[in-house]
């Protein structure tokens, strides 16, 4: 009997344990800043309406409550400038179940293409190959891709691993295109709202647009700016028509958000002042990692947005995860996120403020 695993690639991940082995061993512990999960408390207005919303002894829905969805064209429309239609939203249960389920709910098969940055999020590729469709990378979606065999089209703006991010005129030149051709278009905005050296802007934004969202879908999650990455909430939006599709097949698949989350979802979203005061925190420890590696010897390139610094020493990128293992720190492989990453790392700024401070400590010369 066949099997799905077959078909995948061995997990990354397990491929560095032996080197956070080897940086846990450090005297002072180690400094993990390979993941860009979350390490401060959750807000505490999210925490209490989870509580308060424990009795909840029955199914919730699907397509989620009509507050969460007001909630989350709300805040769609005050942060992101984008009028989003509440029937055109649906909850997640994390935004990696809709980047690894996509494919197979949207019903691709053999002979047909999933494409997706050349340096990207692993997940993508996973997809593709789950629902037995072929995994394209891109450069220049426009230039490289097929667009007679291309059925589903990412972006990751702003980008992980390098925190680059494609501008309005960039985005209406990829979305023109798609139109054209008929490829749906989705876009990974999960960290839209940590823009250090630019202010990164949706897919669904009317100047890149046109205020129609046919053909597009963004994809947002409330892991990075609400640390909310262990409720695993997430919310798509977009055409109505793709929506529509998407809710009717996750309804018969139990693809449903819980309603304790649900009522969480719905306080992060309603509260900027636990998101800005994440932001800054993230901005404190970018800015000393970036000095600190700088210092060290290392080039940022990108990482204009994002959770992480995108770095090289031009050198292969695992003697470089070996060498910053041996003072402590682990860092993630460049080349977990595509060959073209092979000479870089990725540095994730959510470690906490000493595991920070103690990162810089090393990166300065002191063991």
Known sequence: MARVTDRLPVFPWDRLEPYKTAATAHPSGVVDLSVGT???????????????????????????????????????????????????????IGSKELVGWLPVLLDLREGDQVGYPQLAYP?????????????????????????????????????????????????????AWAREHGVLVVSDECYVELGWETEPVSILHPEVCGGSHDGLIAVHSLSKRSNFAGYRGAFLAGDPAVVKELLAVRKHLGMIVPA??????????????????QYERYARRRAALRTAFEGAGFRIEHSEASLYLWATRDEPCWDTVGDLSKQGILVAPGEFYGPAGERHVRIAFTATDERVAEAVRRLGGDA
């Open 38 to 92: 979350p390490v401060d408390p959750v807000p505490a207005v999210i925490q209490q309406a989870l509580t308060d919303a424990a009795d909840s002894p029955g199914y919730p829905l699907t397509y989620g409550t009509a507050a969460l969805r007001e909630a989350i064209a709300g805040w769609l429309h005050r942060r992101l400038a984008v009028d989003a239609d509440p029937a055109a939203v649906l909850p997640l």
């Open 123 to 175: 997940t993508y590729e996973i997809g593709a190959l789950v629902a037995r469709a072929e995994a394209v990378t891109y450069a220049d979606p426009v230039a490289d891709l097929d667009p007679t065999r291309v059925r589903l089209l990412w972006l990751n703006t702003p980008s992980n691993p390098t925190g680059r991010t494609l501008d309005a005129a960039e985005l209406r030149r990829i979305v």
């Open 260 to 277: 304790p989350v649900q009522r969480a979802m719905i306080a992060a979203l309603g509260d900027q002042a636990h998101a800005d005061e």
